[in-house]
């Protein structure tokens, strides 16, 4: 499908994202250093389209006018093609927001174009705090010394880092090459947010891995490496109804108890409490 989340119908302003209660996606730049062929927007990014000054009043009208609206996630496209100014003006204007607690920037420049992470970026983002960043790393190979760097930078100016992965068939599906992944995000400070499930976006079948493929990467790093390292495997659900956490089979109920499995195979019994 074009747009199997159903973006387009849950977008109130264009450029503006309302699925969840407390939150907007912003999408606030339709260009990215890299065109990726797993893109899950690729029906916009690398198009042209209206970004100018109106469509952004409109979004942060809307947004000033929700109250509910507590965190603001600034996404495209990649936020961080625009240049610092016209980022500024758009922080400026949602801190203005006094609901607005939280803003998040998804970003992938950190792996394509790490020399965009300059000090004049990360002193403008700074005064914006609470900022979040979360990055887009898929392969140990992306972690090279220029995007540990721009890493670095970022966390040094106290933005936490987060980092969304994409599971792809032939790239990544591998618990040995997810475990090595994790375990170098942490080691640039970069905390694992996300593994997504590729969405069912034309022109990206190629990519696809069967969920139980997804599920024993999870196995792989639960228990064998720091819990730090484990993101949650996410599935978003068509027509916009969200992102589901998928877990392996850890735990079977048995009448009163509960069977769990532990991260080498033992099962244990654990007594619940009894219901009244
Ligand atoms: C992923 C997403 C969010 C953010 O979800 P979190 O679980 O809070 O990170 C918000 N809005 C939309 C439309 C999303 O796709
Ligand atoms: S950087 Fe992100 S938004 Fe841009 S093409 Fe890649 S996946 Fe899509």
């Known amino acids: 499908m074009e747009d199997p989340l159903d973006e387009e119908l849950l977008s109130p302003v264009p450029g503006l994202i309302h699925r969840y209660p407390d939150r907007v996606v912003w999408l606030v730049s339709s260009v990215c250093a890299v065109y ?4 899950m927007r690729k029906r916009r990014v ?3 389209e209206a970004t100018g000054t109106g469509t952004r009043q409109a979004a942060l009208a809307y947004i000033a006018n929700h109250p509910e609206i507590r965190d603001v996630i600034l996404s495209g496209g990649d ?3 625009l240049e610092d100014d016209a980022l500024e003006e758009i922080l400026s204007g949602l801190r203005r927001i006094p609901h607005v607690e939280i803003i998040r920037i998804g970003t992938r420049t950190t792996v394509t174009l ?6 004049g970026l990360c002193r403008m983002l700074k005064k914006f705090h609470p900022i979040y960043v979360n990055t887009h790393f898929n392969h140990p190979k992306e ?3 220029a995007s540990a760097r721009a890493c670095a930078r970022l966390a040094d100016a106290g933005i936490p880092l987060g980092n969304q992965t994409v599971l792809l068939k032939g790239i990544n599906d591998d618990p040995q090459v997810m475990k090595r992944l994790m375990q170098l995000l942490l080691k640039i400070r970069v905390k694992p947010y996300y593994l997504h499930q590729m969405d069912l976006v034309r022109g990206t079948a190629h990519f696809r891995t069967s969920i139980d493929r997804g599920l024993q990467i999870m196995e792989g790093l639960r228990g064998h490496t720091s819990g730090l390292a484990s993101p949650y495997y996410a599935i978003d659900l068509e027509g916009g109804k969200g992102k589901v956490p998928l877990l392996p089979e850890y735990v079977r109920r048995d009448d009163d108890s509960l069977l769990i499995r532990s991260y080498r195979g033992e099962v244990v019994r654990y007594r619940d409490v009894e219901k009244s």
């Open 36 to 39: 990726c062929r797993f893109c």
């Open 46 to 48: 690398g198009c042209t």
């Open 143 to 145: 972690i090279t010394a």
């Open 79 to 81: 936020p961080l093609l």
């Open 114 to 119: 790490p020399e965009r992470i300059t000090t």
